[in-house]
């Protein structure tokens, strides 16, 4: 079976701090697809990264850096010098070869609130 | 690239009466729609996939005659809620998938349709 654990359910920091967000999933595909999404208040859900099973190069961009190690399976999300415009949900999403054409399974979200 | 629209983004409707809500991808094909519901403060929960021509696969729990999917053609996906009552107010997400981009198993998400019912 397919899943992801986000553990932090909301983080509260103050603006211009680090933040990392975590996420670890179970899979036992051999190729599988990995996802960081952004929900503000609007609802709309905003792609920030994709990452699959045979690069586990990490990458920043800007303000934000990901972390894949597949030894530990984990996929964990950094914000540098948080700003309140940071402030949303923040999902980890898994999809893997065996589910239906690309269905993914999502972590329960975590809720990061930057305070000025 | 890879713009996906949904309409209504909010409606309001009487317990007992249907809506139907349409996912469109803009400027690409879709063979493959999700239909995913979230309520507040959860994660988002699939529905039912949607394939075009074909009828919809719905997850376990979800009641197919109460949540009807239309895919009829490469860039439109339909949902219908029927007889909705107040239990069924939630946020209705589409997603598509770019064939061209099958590689990557990404969806491209809409913008969300909030559905109350009174």
């Known amino acids: 079976a397919q899943k992801v654990t986000q553990a932090q359910t909301e983080i509260s920091v103050v603006e211009k701090e680090d933040v990392t967000l975590d996420c670890v999933y179970e899979t036992r595909d051999t190729t599988y697809y990995l996802f960081w999404y952004k929900q503000p208040p609007s609802g709309e859900l905003v792609f920030l990264i994709r990452r699959n099973s045979f690069d586990e190069q990490n990458e920043i961009s800007g303000r934000y850096s990901w972390n894949f190690q597949k030894s530990t399976s984990s996929f964990n999300f950094t914000i540098t010098a948080s700003q309140v415009v940071d402030s949303a949900v923040y999902f980890c999403a898994l999809s893997g070869e065996t589910l239906r054409a690309g269905k993914s399974t999502f972590g329960d979200g975590t809720t990061l609130t930057v305070k000025p | 690239g890879a713009v996906v629209s949904q309409h209504p983004s909010w409606v309001i409707c009487k317990s007992g009466t249907s809506v139907k809500i349409e996912c469109r991808s803009l400027?690409?094909?879709?063979?493959?729609m999700f239909w995913y519901r979230q309520f507040p403060k959860q994660s988002l929960m699939l529905m039912a996939t949607s394939n075009e021509g074909s009828k919809a696969t719905y997850e376990q729990g979800v009641e197919k005659d109460k949540f009807l999917i239309n895919h009829a053609s490469l860039t439109l996906s339909t949902l219908t809620v029927t007889s909705a009552h107040p239990e069924d107010s939630s946020f209705y997400i589409c997603?598509?998938?770019?064939?061209?981009?099958?590689?990557?198993?990404?969806?491209?998400f809409g913008p969300g349709t909030r559905l109350t019912v009174l």
């Open positions: 997603s598509a998938r770019d064939y061209s981009r099958i590689i990557w198993n990404e969806q491209f």
């Open positions: 400027d690409f094909q879709a063979t493959t």
